[in-house]
């Protein structure tokens, strides 16, 4: 199975701040990466897929980027509403991944 | 608007077995690609298997971690996906949605429903 590793795991920042998460694959996995904002109690909520499309409805501050093995998620400039867990998920013809999580918290 | 209503969760001793069941409705059902993926109490997210539409072949797979232990289901003429959970252990304990594929990643979640494995 592909393994999917996030880092960090936990990213402490303020609002207005530029924040990068990074996401490794054990293997290549091509694009089909995905991104997730997951907050407590909630089902995750789908921010980029493709490694870099933005899904509708999702802020432009969001963006992705990465191809193979390695991949990133920017928030341009932070909200309140972007503290949450983040997760990056990648598909291949035998199974998913999804990445460990990176809890992004206020500093 | 797509919806998924997840249903059959519950408490259920080491060993036992519990049927999951996903009625859904908003998108066409018999084309989609349908995973189960899970959440256990304070921690990630966990793919645990998928089955493709019949023109794909109705083919499942699962992680390793369920394999041999959790069938995944389909009835399109209802609209509904089951997940066959057998053999459970204490570490199946976890919140299971269920969401159809989009382009390799998961645009509609249900609430969830929570399966608790406890002697």
């Known amino acids: 199975d592909i393994q999917m590793t996030q880092s960090p795991s936990t990213l402490s920042a303020s609002v207005g701040d530029r924040v990068t998460i990074t996401c490794r694959a054990s293997?290549?996995?091509?694009?089909?990466l995905a991104w997730y904002q997951q907050k407590p109690g909630k089902a995750p909520k789908l921010l980029i897929y493709?490694?870099?499309t933005l899904q509708s409805g999702v802020p432009s501050r969001f963006s992705g980027s990465g191809f193979g093995t390695e991949f990133t998620l920017t928030i341009s400039t932070l909200q309140p509403d972007d503290f949450a867990t983040y997760y990056c998920?990648?598909?291949?013809?035998?199974?998913?991944?999804f990445g460990q999580g990176t809890k992004l918290e206020i500093k | 608007e797509a919806q998924l209503v997840e249903s059959g969760g519950g408490l259920v001793k080491p060993g036992g077995s519990l049927r999951l069941s996903c009625g859904v409705s908003?998108?066409?059902?018999?084309?989609?690609?349908m995973s189960w993926v899970r959440q256990a109490p304070g921690e990630g997210l966990e793919w645990v298997g998928r089955?493709?539409?019949?023109?794909?072949?109705?083919?499942?797979d699962y992680a390793a971690p369920v394999k041999g232990r959790f069938t995944i289901s389909r009835d399109d003429s209802k609209r509904t996906v089951h997940l066959q959970m057998n053999s459970l252990k204490t570490e199946d304990t976890a919140v299971y949605y269920c969401?159809?594929?989009?382009?390799?990643?998961?645009?509609?979640w249900g609430q969830g429903t929570l399966v608790t494995v406890s002697s």
């Open positions: 969401t159809p594929y989009h382009e390799g990643s998961y645009v509609y």
């Open positions: 908003g998108f066409t059902f018999s084309d989609a690609w």
């Open positions: 089955i493709k539409s019949k023109t794909a072949g109705e083919t499942t």
């Open positions: 293997q290549s996995v091509s694009d089909w």
């Open positions: 493709k490694a870099s």
């Open positions: 998920q990648q598909y291949n013809s035998y199974s998913d991944t």
